[in-house]
């Protein structure tokens, strides 16, 4: 008869002389063919006090002193410090940080099974969490549970019904490609930044599906004149209700018809009214529309910035896929996303610039809301679980160059698109793959094809394009500050 796994704890002198209760281990069950793994919790506890380096004892500990743990070295990003220890403790690694005891996974296969998990979909109660979530853990992002499960269902469903996904909602896209394209027109010989326009028109495709809001692309200084605006792109606003989004829900009532729902607010309002009694409906409402719109706006501009920066870099790269463009579209006009398989290369290269960036390394943490078997491991309840989906991006056994930005990695021999590879995760995975996926997709690959069609991108005189991402922002690989030559592109002949 085959043993129940088992926590298993580890004492030190530290721990001996406190009254806090010991916390329990990642540990295989007896009698279990799981080969065994060295332990961040075997070493005793002064080992733990040295700090991270490149030199890490495999028997050195990152359980750390009681209360604090071991807190991550605060001048190195935390998923480059995983990534430091992954080759030494394996694909499963402990690391009580604070309070909080948190399993890292770090491998491709480990993830697939881990996120499959219902135990494992919890979001935890971090503080941050619930700030960004207007203020408590409610909306799509950051909710648990029945709470979870309705809104996501309720967005998924009620985006579809607007649009999103079908060919209507896609000629909005279309338009607002067009208006970026205009204004673009208008920056173009100059040494600069990527107008903000960019940011409004990703914007607008958003709050279009949310609000019925669109700003103007070609008066994107009106961002800092609208406090709406200012407020979404800024996050300014995204801490409990705010009179920002209090205006909005306020016209959206007073205009309310609901035999006519124009976006979402429209249909969440009618849901209330249907559910009288029930409450924290306009928290809820409030955290699912930032939720949305900053998740919405700040991927898919992040994406549309790297590839432009990698595009303006690698001038072959640029000039294949304008090649491609002018083969296959007509001059002034756009493909609708059912037809991507016409520009293989530009969806190859979409792809391997979310693969080479990596743009949410870690996803977003989850925690194991009750105890659960991974891979012969018990994860106790309360353990935060965290997802290092770049790991799945450099893996070797999936990339034959990980380290380097090559777009066949994602073309088959005979140049189609390779749209089934293995170790691809940048909208995440599992149970809590990203609700605006679909979206996202399409957005990219319309406004590049717009951009690309129209202008080359290239560096400033006499400066080097880096693809290093920003060490100021902690969350997401984003590029640094660049700037480029847009140029608009000369009349080519098309394909008869």
């Known amino acids: 008869m085959t043993s129940q796994p088992k926590r298993m704890m580890t004492l030190s002198p530290g721990w001996a002389q406190t009254n806090a209760p010991p916390l329990p281990l990642l540990v295989p069950p007896k009698g279990s063919n799981t080969p065994p793994r060295p332990s961040l919790t075997r070493a005793p506890l002064h080992a733990a006090q040295q700090p991270l380096d490149d030199n890490i004892d495999p028997e050195s500990s990152i359980w750390g002193l009681p209360i604090l743990g071991k807190l991550p070295d605060s001048s190195t990003r935390l998923d480059e410090q995983v ?16 309070s909080r005891v948190n399993v890292f996974l770090c491998n491709y296969e480990v993830i697939k099974r ?5 135990k494992l979909s919890d979001r935890p109660d971090f503080h941050t969490y619930g700030a960004i979530g207007s203020g408590s853990m409610l909306g799509i992002i950051f909710s648990n549970g029945a709470l979870w499960q309705k809104n996501r269902r309720f967005a998924l469903h009620q985006l579809r019904d607007l649009g999103m996904g079908k060919t209507c909602f896609e000629e909005v896209i279309q338009r607002e490609a067009g208006c970026l394209v205009q204004d673009y027109m208008k920056h173009t010989g100059k040494e600069q930044p990527l107008p903000l326009s960019l940011g409004v028109a990703i914007l607008n495709v958003v709050w279009k599906l949310v609000g019925d809001i669109i700003c103007p692309a070609q008066k994107p200084d009106r961002v800092n004149e609208d406090r709406q605006l200012k407020a979404i792109l800024t996050r300014t606003g995204s801490s409990g209700h705010g009179v920002v989004l209090q205006e909005v829900l306020k016209d959206h009532k007073d205009t309310l018809d609901p035999s006519h729902p124009r976006d979402l607010i429209d ?10 009694g029930v409450t924290q409906q306009e928290q809820d409402l409030c955290a699912m529309i930032i939720n949305l719109l900053v998740a919405g706006t700040d991927t898919t501009l992040s994406i549309v910035r790297w590839a432009i920066l990698y595009l303006a870099k690698y001038p072959e790269v640029q000039a294949r896929v304008q090649r491609e463009i002018d083969q296959e579209v007509p001059r002034d006009s756009l493909l609708f996303y059912c037809e991507r398989n016409k520009l293989p290369y530009l969806e190859a ?17 989850h925690v194991a809301s009750a105890d659960t078997m991974l891979d012969g491991y018990l994860i106790p309840k309360g353990t935060v679980v965290v997802p290092h989906l770049e790991f799945c991006h450099k893996d070797s056994q999936f990339w034959d160059q990980p380290n380097e930005f090559n777009p066949d990695h994602f ?32 957005e990219i690959f319309v406004f590049l094809t717009a951009l690309l069609q129209n202008f080359t991108f290239s560096p400033a005189q006499g400066e080097t394009l880096v ?30």
């Open 411 to 442: 073309l088959n021999p005979d140049g189609s698109f390779n749209n089934r590879r293995e170790g691809f995760v940048p909208f995440g995975i599992g149970r809590r793959v990203c609700v605006g996926e679909g979206l996202a997709k399409v």
């Open 114 to 118: 881990a996120m499959a998990k219902l």
């Open 83 to 98: 990534k430091k220890l992954r080759p030494i403790y394996g694909d499963i690694i402990t690391w009580r940080i604070g």
């Open 349 to 365: 290269v979409i792809h391997e610039v979310h693969r080479i960036v990596s743009l949410s390394p870690f996803g977003t943490a």
């Open 467 to 496: 693809t290093e991402r920003d060490s100021d922002v902690l969350v997401m690989n984003t590029p640094k500050p660049y700037r480029v030559v847009i140029e608009e592109r000369q009349s080519v002949k098309r394909k008869e």
């Open 267 to 276: 249909q969440y309002l009618i849901q209330m009214d249907h559910n009288k």
